[in-house]
Each structure stands twice: as structure tokens, then as C-alpha cells.
């Protein structure tokens, strides 16, 4: 794979963003014997290092009922060295929607023989192993079960990805529609890992194209809640560094992925305030402005790299009050940091009206913030459930 080297690059306190890098060539060929003339401008990463970091890598696919042919279709394009880690919060009343997901994931794996893990996120096991952890911040206000969102199932798959010892882990939502997709998302991740510096290192995609249908396709680029969540966030850094930037592109890219050092320290916000709130935790704890809050951490840096995918991000439209939703809890997370100021704080508010997210007067609510892993006790979680992994082991050993 080619992508061009990372040009330009804005600091942030001990964070590093790097700016967009595209990627030039989905399939660079077979390793050069001589120095490559392009070095300079483009990183060619081999398809041996590739692998060795899918190998590294837990993907982990959050899901609630979404249609089983695209559930299918994502497991597919997940290279094949990667732990596939489902986490769902599908329905299983009516329609037992998590028996279906896990009989297909079952037959996927056996008849490309590879290891798979599949757990509900309303399991009472998972609520057990929480408790275990002392990490009540997931569940519900009567500590019965965990809360309903996306986030809490990538919490819930990062932790699962700790415990089989992976020292990767990346985000794949599962109603996009094309296999090849998600394919290029996890190899951007491995990309991005290997040119990575720092041990706490992120990876964003940015898709080049989100097409929307209307009769025919239009290839559009940025989405309403994209270009405004990265709008509010760059006002925010401008705000403090007193230079006017528009760095930031990801602001609530879902297709992300984080080495496990990195994914240990950040607090999650709930729901889909998730993407947003890690650059926001980020800048509060490592931006210099507020006091650091692990000075080992800072002095390694962290590397937050923003990789432009080829193939069009092509999903589940899911309406505009959906969007709406995305939208608030997404701005929240900036209004609410203690690095918002006043100018960005308006912003936000103007926008939240307008898009008809929020009256006139309100203010967005503080989010449900998930405390980092790394403050709870994650042995009592992995503990408790290594013994009980084998039934939700997708690949039974044999
Ligand atoms: N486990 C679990 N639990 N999964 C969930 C839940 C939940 O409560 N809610 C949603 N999901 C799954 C969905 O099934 C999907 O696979 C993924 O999480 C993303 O949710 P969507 O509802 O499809 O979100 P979206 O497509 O509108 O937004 C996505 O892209 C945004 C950026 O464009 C999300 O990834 C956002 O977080 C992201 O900001
Ligand atoms: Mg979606």
C-alpha cells in the first residue's frame, strides 16, 4: 500500500495531528530491492508489515440491528490475520436479531477458519465482569446492565480485546455496504501504525467520498454533522493557540482505531459523543493548557494521524432526527470541555438551533463520560471472563 507521508503537522501540547494523508495505491506490489525514488514524498509500507500489525490487531464491530446481509458483508472484508470482536446490542425478543448475527459469524468461521468472539452487551456476564472491574460508569442508574450505545460496546470490545492480548485495536461500524471498504479501513489502520513514532497512536479515516442517493449518486464529501462537529473543534484549537486552523477532519470519525496503550487512557463519552470526546480528552489532558495528566504519556507524545480512504463510505442512512441526535451529543462534548470558549460555545449554540437540534436558550448537556480503562481494575474484568470466553468463541477448537 502507498500513502503519501504525512506533510504537515500541528501540535497541540504534547498532540501531534497530522494532517490528511491520502492513500495513493491500494496494492504497492512486491517489496523493492532498491531504495524507492518516491521516499520522500510517499511511504510504501509492504504487505508483510501490513500483516504483522492485523495480526496485532483486534477489529472490533459494534452492532444493533442492522440488516444481516450487510453484518455479512463487513466480517468479509476484515483481513483475515485480525480478531474480529462482535459486540451487539440487537434485539432478542421478538426476533432473536443476536442469534442470527452470531449463526452467520459462526458459519463464517468455520468455513474460513478463523477466531471470532461474539458477545451481547446486555449479557449479564459482561455486567458481572464490570463489576468485578469496579467499572460501573457502563452500566445503567440501577447497576443492572449496561447502558444502551454504540460506545459502550466499543468499550466492551476494547476491554475483550485487551484480554486476548492485542496490542491494536480499531472500530468498524457494521452497516456499511462495501466488504472492500472495510478492507482499506483496517489496512489504513495498520498503515498508520507503522509509521507511528509514539506508542500511543490514533488512526482516523476519512472517507473521500460519503455518496448519497437520490435518483442517482452523488459523490458527496462531507456530511452536515461531519462539517460541523470539525468546524466547533477547530474553533475551539484556534481559540487557544491564536491561530486559525482547520486541522482537525475526523472529528466523529466511527472507522478509528488506537494502539492499546493509547486506548487505555482515554475516557469514553457515551453514545455517539464517542469520536469527538477522545480529541477533546486528549487536548484537556495533554494539550498543555490544563494541568498534564501523565507526564510519561506526555513526554512520548501522541500521534493522532488522519488517513483519506479510497473507496466511498457507503452506509445505512438512518434519518435526520438521527442525525440531529449525532449532531448534539457530538457539539456537547466541546461545549462542555473546560478548554470551550465563549466565541466557540456560541458557535455551537447557533448551530445546534438552526439544525434544529436544540431551542433557542438551551445549552447542550453534559455527556455520560466513561472513565479510561486504565482507572479501573481491567484484571478483575479479563479474570472473570477468560474462563468464561469459550462460549462466545465463534471458532470452537476442535
Ligand atoms: N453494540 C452497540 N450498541 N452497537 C450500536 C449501538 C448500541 O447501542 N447503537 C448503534 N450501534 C452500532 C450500529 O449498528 C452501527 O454498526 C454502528 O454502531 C454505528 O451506528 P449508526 O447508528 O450506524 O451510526 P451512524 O452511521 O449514523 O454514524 C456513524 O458514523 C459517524 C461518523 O460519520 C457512527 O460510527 C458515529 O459514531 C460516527 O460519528
Ligand atoms: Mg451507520
Known amino acids: 500500500m502507498r500513502i503519501e507521508k504525512q ?14 494523508q491520502k492513500v495513493l495505491e491500494l496494492d504497492s506490489g512486491r517489496k523493492a530491492a532498491m531504495p524507492l525514488k518516491e ?19 483486534a477489529i472490533v464491530i ?23 470482536i462482535v459486540v451487539s446490542n440487537s434485539e432478542r425478543k421478538e426476533v432473536d436479531r443476536f442469534k442470527m448475527e452470531r449463526d452467520t459469524l459462526n458459519q463464517f468461521c468455520h468455513f474460513t477458519q478463523r477466531k471470532a468472539l461474539i458477545i451481547h452487551q446486555k449479557d449479564p456476564v459482561i455486567t458481572r465482569a464490570l463489576v468485578q472491574a469496579g467499572y460501573a460508569d457502563l452500566l445503567d442508574e440501577h447497576g443492572k446492565t449496561v447502558r444502551d450505545g454504540k ?5 466492551i470490545g476494547l476491554l475483550v480485546a485487551m484480554l486476548m492480548g492485542k496490542e491494536y485495536v480499531g472500530f468498524v461500524d457494521a452497516d456499511n455496504y462495501f466488504p472492500g471498504s472495510v478492507w482499506e479501513y483496517v489496512r489504513c489502520y495498520a498503515a498508520g501504525f507503522s509509521i507511528a513514532q509514539s506508542p500511543y497512536t490514533m488512526v482516523r479515516i476519512l472517507w473521500r467520498y460519503k455518496p448519497k442517493t437520490s435518483g442517482e449518486v452523488y459523490f458527496r464529501k462531507w456530511g452536515r454533522v461531519s462539517e460541523t462537529t470539525n468546524k466547533c473543534m477547530n474553533s475551539l484549537i484556534s481559540a487557544k493557540t491564536g491561530f486559525e486552523t482547520d486541522i482537525i477532519k475526523t472529528a466523529n470519525a466511527g472507522e478509528h482505531a488506537m494502539s492499546m496503550k493509547l486506548a487505555q487512557i482515554l475516557p469514553y463519552a457515551s453514545g455517539y459523543a464517542v469520536e469527538p470526546q477522545e480529541i477533546i480528552s486528549l487536548c484537556e489532558d495533554y494539550g498543555g493548557v490544563l494541568p498534564t495528566a501523565n507526564q510519561k504519556v506526555a513526554r512520548d507524545g501522541i500521534e493522532i494521524f488522519q488517513i483519506e480512504s479510497r473507496n466511498p463510505h457507503f452506509h445505512e442512512e438512518k434519518g435526520t432526527e438521527h442525525l440531529r441526535k449525532m449532531l448534539l451529543q457530538g457539539l456537547s462534548t466541546i461545549y462542555q470541555s473546560p478548554l470551550c470558549d465563549d466565541e466557540t460555545k456560541r458557535m455551537i449554540t447557533r448551530e445546534l438551533v438552526v439544525q434544529r437540534a436544540l431551542k433557542r436558550g438551551e445549552v447542550p448537556a453534559r455527556p455520560h463520560i466513561n472513565r479510561p480503562p486504565h482507572e479501573v481494575n481491567i484484571k478483575g474484568f479479563i479474570d472473570f471472563m477468560a474462563e468464561r470466553l469459550d462460549s462466545y468463541s465463534a471458532l470452537k477448537e476442535e
Open 7 to 20: 506533510r504537515y503537522t500541528e501540535r497541540f501540547g504534547s498532540v501531534k495531528i497530522n494532517d490528511v
Open 39 to 57: 521516499a520522500i514524498a510517499v511511504d510504501k509500507i509492504e504487505e508483510d508489515v501490513i500483516k504483522d500489525f492485523e495480526e496485532k490487531m
Open 62 to 84: 459494534p452492532i444493533k440491528n442492522e440488516k444481516l446481509k450487510l453484518f455479512e458483508g463487513v466480517i468479509t472484508g476484515v483481513p483475515h490475520e485480525c480478531l474480529i
Open 151 to 155: 460506545s459502550e460496546g466499543m468499550v
